[in-house]
Nanobody
Framework: QVQLVESGGGLVQPGGSLRLSCVAS????????MAWYRQAPGKERESVAI???????YYADSVKGRFTISGDSARNTWYLQMNNLNPEDTAVYYC???????????????WGQGTQVTVSS
């Protein structure tokens, strides 16, 4: 079994900052990709930031220059530093990981349960 647990969400004023964390636990052989997604009310889930163990990075255009994804592969932990937040960033944020549980198992995407981020004055 694999579990992903997010933390760090909450209520913040426009222009403020939050740091989300995600920890993966359980039987994990290797993580290839760590990512953050978000889903606002009435909208589809969208990718926000992605980092691979090879060092590749992706950011959605809407967060470039404001959000930073980083990872600690030794601790199976990754982060999303969010600065200069605005109300359009309000959403449930989910972490995900593409990982293999054993040397012989196939890659599979796992999801956290989500953490609410609300940007409001």
């Amino acid at each position: 079994q694999v579990q992903l647990v997010e933390s760090g969400g909450g209520l913040v004023q426009p222009g403020g900052s939050l740091r989300l964390s995600c920890v993966a636990s359980g039987t994990i052989f290797k993580i290839n990709t760590m990512a953050w997604y978000r889903q606002a009310p009435g909208k589809e889930r969208e990718s926000v930031a992605i980092i691979t163990t090879g060092g590749s990075l992706y950011y959605a255009d809407s967060v470039k220059g404001r959000f930073t994804i980083s990872g600690d592969s030794a601790r199976n932990t990754w982060y999303l530093q969010m600065n200069n937040l605005n109300p359009e960033d309000t959403a449930v944020y989910y972490c995900s990981a593409d990982l293999a549980q054993t040397y012989e198992s196939s890659w599979r995407r796992y999801w956290g349960q989500g953490t609410q981020v609300t940007v409001s004055s």
